[in-house]
């Protein structure tokens, strides 16, 4: 089975802000102390789990191929033991 996450919640940083929001997903922003407008970092947003980054840290659900046990891990554990589509526990 392996993965069984179709949208999970990422928070937000300086390193995929731009990437998100080039795959077309809403960015909020706020305005500073100097009137500029920002990306409002550390929000957090739902998104697909084909559009996380094989670093992400966010938790997916997955189910072991072996016994058929469900649990959660970091999406890059799941990239790192994903073995041609299936993990194990």
Known sequence: ???????????????????????GYEIPTKIDKY?????DLKHKISV??????????AKVRVCCDCCNKKYEIEYRDYIKNNHEGKIYC
């Open 35 to 39: 009137g500029k407008q920002k990306f």
């Open 1 to 23: 089975m392996g993965l069984l996450s179709t949208e999970v919640i990422t928070t937000l940083v300086g390193g995929n802000v731009l990437y998100y929001k080039n795959l």
């Open 48 to 57: 697909d789990v084909n559009h996380l980054k094989p670093g992400s840290h």
